[in-house]
């Protein structure tokens, strides 16, 4: 836990090298890479309700909402920056979480799970037969300027926008960090372990979660809007539950130790996924189950806890080097 | 214990590098390469995907050997050799979208040619637009694409949705069938719900007197309509129109058709043809069936029809052709056509982006279900004939045939080049030229 | 609302709730056991309906015997599914991960019903298979007018017997018993020299041959192809959370709850279709957050 300032020199760094590497990296990857970042902040929102023993299936409703919030003010108010796009998509699922924490703030375990899940399902309902909003076939976006600046020719948009994508995921990981760290940040883990010693001592597990669930919700609502641009695209199936249970894997895939983990994790999933596609157009499903089954029997604590599994393996050899120089 | 995480990294790694290492394939001059994108698992596998990809592979294998007739004869694409990748289009639009860019950007290929789902084409023609690259659609019904924006890079090589419910209304009218009510039946999501849109407005314009009774819209995929037959048999509406499709379809007609459903009424199944070979005797006879296009038995004889029937007869013994191999070959030889037109204007190399694209507008040409012209969206949507016909099973072929087969011509079904198809169907019509 | 509307609801509700009950039921079976919620759930059932039509297409097709034979032909291939699949599962993949959170292992029956879609295709390939035969043996029904067919009927049967065999075995046997126990306390059953490891992998193997009755007895109305088992995990799922995860009369009583709902809505209000059963599921988890019939469990601090 290296503190605010090691927290923020570490997300000046990561800045930098997303920004080098961004530059050398093909086309291709640089779109793999934006989405797998907007859907990492997603993900990461699971992250921050996992640490109070929250899991929600209901997450796309935020995604929905964040995208479907960028595409409204893009295509009937003309707002074409993308950090104010961005910003609604952050306040439209603030707004939304604000009204639905309160309504869960009783569940846990499977059933907080089902319930968001089934709230997901239901905006899923209400998009489809919405043909202002282009129904189940959804609408398109155009691509947005930053700061003003309209970049030229599609390779420009695209790492412009993945330099956009990777300042906003810094930020919000560096902030997340920076909230996990904090007193509030670790009650949720006491919440996590035992409640009613929680309540006992004096805090309130209902802050704690609600807390939790709006910047989750946020979280949501930004990855949405990243991905709508990046996408171009946006229709109900943002709000559907398999949608949401992959966000839900990416939080497991990554563990709760390690905010970084979450988006290697997410750049890790869209490659498999594509080189799966790739090779086996016919199977790419199955490959993507034996991927997911062999990762989550390998790495329990999810790859975030990788670093901790090699630390003690240094230390031996260390001490066995020490050993036999003596 | 610290090998597991090491071999899960390594895993990993594989991929990136796997990934990094297809990246490095070279773009080969001699050879054009097209990306072909349909169902290849989920519920449009078994109705639209497996039968598109069963026809283009037909006719990608035939061109590569110059085994078509003229004007068809050269080998592959003007002499290049055709490869084809395939790509699933099940996974959702957002997958759809990476997958395109990764056929382009990392995977090289020259053209992609798919989509089945409307909303998959609606959400990867922005982005070949932004790759200034060739994308051809070729199966999927929304008229959105052009209507509510222009490509450059963009074509689709079959005409869009709205025309299979024109022809629906129209053949009623050209058969002298009067209803007094109507009762509709179809998917709650955009295509059944523009469907019905359309069948209702052309039915209004051209019999005002039919009212509708009932509408009733299952879930996709529920393929449970126990509740739903017993609603329209207590409604017992003169007309059911469905627009239902694939295994729903199927599903549908095996609950419906024992309970006498449809019996004694006009049953209109918009785009049915697909799941008469699979039915068979299950289908009672006298349905009215759609095939979106004179595709399969609404094919009016020609030369290049001919050639594919006989071609998919012999690749397939046994299959009967439907509309998704129609549409696989029209999409084929559309592509070909402007291929060959942009390398005799530029010499015989293999063309660009910009020099397919800027050859493809507004091409004609002969395919099997007839001719087809790119005469909408700016020389970009393409509009062909129609047809309907009556289901009657033939216990000799032991096949459903079609009969009292009505065709419609192109200009009578599609709307006119500048007018929205829904807004041409309001307005009853206006420079619809039908004999 | 005349007679004949409201007789219509009821029967198209009963016949509705007779077919969740039979689908669903397996996946309350496996959750109450093994705590696990099976997201292969759907696969399972799809597997039921392949192997079901692939039976009644070789023994109809080749007319092999008394017609009627057919249905147990169907009840067969369901038991050869659950024989072959239940071992598989349980002892070859799910039981590595037992000792994990609950979400973990529906993320491993995630990556399960993925594998199992394609090995699916694999097998059976993307064509449409049918087992039409049995549906027509039973003939038709007429109730105020409207003709329903009786194999709908007997299906209410079918589900009636499971129902009562469910709840007779868990609560009047000895083996039921033991099973409860282990509901209730996996480790102090285990104190008590209850062979868990077994129990766990019985109780799979009859949620999988539930699933696959289910998709074995839904065949015949269907075309069975790639994709049938994806609205059935959504409606399993929707039908065990309202009546109550791992409670068997809890997913009868949901059933009939569901099955109502969606026959009046799509007699009275066709447009709701499409989220009657997530409505019904947000209003019942508002009132019950546990569902319909909740579990009994000591509260541990």
Redesign the interface.
């Known amino acids: 836990m290296a503190g605010i300032v090691g927290t923020l020199a570490a997300a000046v760094i990561a800045f930098a090298v997303l920004a080098v590497a961004g530059y050398a990296m093909p086309n291709w990857l640089v779109l793999v890479a934006t989405l797998a970042f907007a859907k990492g902040l997603v993900a990461l929102g699971i992250v921050v309700l996992m640490r109070g023993g929250l899991v929600s299936f209901g997450q796309g409703t935020f995604y929905c909402a964040g995208a479907y919030a960028a595409g409204m003010a893009m295509r009937s108010f003309g707002i074409g920056d993308a950090a104010l796009l961005v910003a609604l998509g952050a306040i439209a699922g603030l707004i939304l979480g604000a009204i639905i924490a309160p309504l869960l703030a009783g569940y846990r375990g499977i059933f907080f799970a089902t319930l968001t899940l089934a709230l997901s399902m239901i905006v899923y309902g209400i998009l489809n037969k919405t043909y202002s909003l282009g129904g189940s076939d959804g609408l398109n976006l155009h691509a947005p300027r930053f700061f003003g600046y309209q970049p030229a020719g599609s390779q420009n948009a695209g790492y412009a926008l993945f330099l956009f994508t990777s300042l906003v995921t810094v930020i919000a990981a560096a902030l997340c960090r920076i909230h996990f760290d904090s007193v509030r940040g670790l009650l949720s883990h006491a919440a996590r372990d035992n409640e009613i010693r929680v309540e006992y001592l004096g805090a309130s597990v209902r802050w704690v979660n609600g807390i939790n669930f709006v910047i989750a919700a946020a979280l949501g609502g930004i990855g949405g809007a990243l991905s709508a641009l990046s996408l171009g695209h946006i229709d109900p199936d943002f709000a559907f539950w398999t949608t949401s249970g992959e966000f839900v894997f990416l939080a497991i895939l990554s563990g709760y130790m390690s905010v970084a983990a979450v988006f290697v994790a997410a750049i890790l999933l869209e490659l498999v996924r594509s080189f799966s596609s790739q090779y086996f157009p016919n199977t790419w499903q199955g490959a993507l189950g034996v991927f997911l089954l062999l990762i989550i029997l390998f790495l329990p604590g999810g790859l975030g806890s990788l670093p901790l599994r090699l630390r003690p393996s240094r230390a031996k050899s260390a001490r066995a080097s020490m050993e036999k120089s003596k | 214990m610290k090998f597991r995480g090491l071999a899960a990294a390594l895993v990993a790694g594989a991929g990136v590098l796997g990934s990094f290492a297809s990246s490095a394939t070279a773009q080969d001059d001699n050879v054009f390469k097209l990306a072909f994108v349909a169902f290849l698992s989920g519920q449009a596998a078994e109705s639209f995907g497996k039968p598109a990809v069963q026809g283009a592979k037909a006719v990608i294998d035939a061109l590569n050997a110059g085994s078509l007739p003229k004007p068809y004869d050269k080998v592959g694409f003007g002499g290049l050799k055709i490869e084809v990748q395939l790509i699933d289009e099940a996974g959702g639009a957002t997958k759809q979208v990476e997958e395109l860019r990764n056929a382009f950007e990392r995977d090289h290929v020259d053209a992609v040619l798919g989509y089945v789902s409307s909303g998959d084409c609606l959400a990867v023609s922005p982005a070949a637009e932004e790759l200034k690259k060739l994308l051809v659609l070729f199966d999927c019904g929304t008229p959105r694409i052009f209507e509510e924006n222009k490509f450059k890079y963009v074509f689709r090589t079959a005409a869009h949705g709205a025309m299979d419910n024109v022809a629906m209304a129209r053949y009623l009218v050209k058969r002298g069938i009067k209803v007094a009510d109507v009762g509709a039946m179809n998917q709650d999501y955009a295509w059944g719900q523009d469907s019905w849109k359309d069948f209702k407005g052309s039915l209004a314009q051209l019999e005002p007197e039919a009212k509708t009774k009932v509408e009733l819209w299952p879930k996709f995929g529920a393929g449970q309509y126990g509740t739903e037959i017993s609603t329209l048999l207590q409604e017992n509406p003169a007309l059911i129109y469905s627009s239902l499709w694939g295994g729903d379809l199927q599903a549908f007609v095996l609950q419906a058709a024992p309970r006498g459903l449809m019996k004694d009424r006009v049953v209109v199944l918009s785009a049915s043809d697909h799941v008469l070979p699979p039915l068979g005797n299950k289908m009672p006879d006298g349905v009215i069936v759609g095939a979106r296009g004179s595709n399969g038995q609404f094919a009016e004889k020609s030369p290049i029809n001919d050639w594919y029937v006989a071609t998919l007869a012999a690749a397939y013994p046994g299959l009967i052709p439907v509309q998704p191999h129609y549409r696989a070959a029209q999409g084929l030889l559309g592509l070909k056509t402007a291929i060959e037109k942009a390398m005799a204007a530029n010499g015989g190399k293999k063309p660009t982006s910009d020099e397919m694209a800027a050859a493809m507008v507004g091409i004609e040409w002969d395919a099997p279900p007839g001719h087809i012209k790119l005469a909408l969206g700016d020389g970009h949507q393409a509009v062909q004939s129609n047809a309907a016909g009556r289901s009657k099973w033939d216990p000799d072929a032991k096949m459903v045939r079609l009969v009292d087969i009505e065709h419609f011509a192109a200009e009578c079904v599609n709307p006119p080049p500048g007018v929205k198809a829904a807004d041409w169907i309001a307005q009853g019509f206006p420079g619809a030229k039908c004999d | 609302m005349s007679a ?2 409201a007789a ?1 609801i009821l ?3 009963v ?2 709730a007779s ?1 969740l009950f039979i689908v669903a039921v397996g996946l309350t079976l496996v959750f109450g056991v093994l705590n696990i ?1 099976n997201f292969a759930h759907g696969s399972l059932f799809a597997v039921g309906a392949y192997a079901a039509a692939s039976a009644v297409g070789w023994y109809y097709g080749g007319e092999l015997g008394p017609p009627f034979l057919g249905y147990l032909l169907m009840l067969g291939s369901a038991l050869a599914v659950a024989l072959i699949l239940g071992p598989l599962l349980e002892r070859g ?1 799910l039981r ?2 037992y000792r ?1 959170d ?3 292992l529906v ?2 029956t ?6 199992l ?3 699916t ?2 097998i059976w390939g ?3 298979y ?1 087992a ?1 035969e049995p ?2 043996l039973l003939g ?1 029904v007429s109730f105020f007018g ?4 009786g194999y ?1 009927f007997a299906l209410i049967g079918l589900a009636l017997i499971v129902g009562l065999l469910l709840w007779f075995g868990i609560n009047r046997t000895v083996s039921g018993k033991i099973v409860l126990a282990v509901i209730h306390d996996r480790d102090i059953s285990r104190a008590m020299g209850v062979n868990v490891s077994r129990v766990f992998a019985l109780a799979f193997m009859l949620g999988v041959f539930l699933a696959a009755l289910g998709g074995a007895f ?1 065949a015949p ?3 069975v ?4 088992g ?2 059935v995990i ?1 409606l399993s ?2 039908v065990v ?1 309202i009546g109550g ?1 791992g409670s068997v009369e809890g997913a009868a009583a949901a059933a009939l709850f569901v099955g109502f709902a ?2 009046a809505a ?2 009275l209000v ?2 709701a ?3 009657i059963v ?2 019904v ?2 209003l019942v ?2 009132f019950r ?2 569902g319909l019939f909740q579990r009994m469990s000591a509260r541990k ?1």
Do not use: C
């Open positions: 004949k509307l219509a029967i198209d509700g016949i509705d077919w919620l993949v590595f991960f994990r609950e979400v973990v993320l491993v995630y990556a399960l019903f993925l594998i879609e394609d090995a295709k694999l993307a064509e449409a049918y039409s549906y027509a038709n409207l003709s329903y067919v709908d839904t109305k269907i075309s192809q790639p994709g049938i994806i609205t959504l799922f929707a959370v995860l969606r026959a799509i007699h066709p447009w279709e499409l989220f997530y409505l599921m947000a988890l508002a957050p546990e601090i």
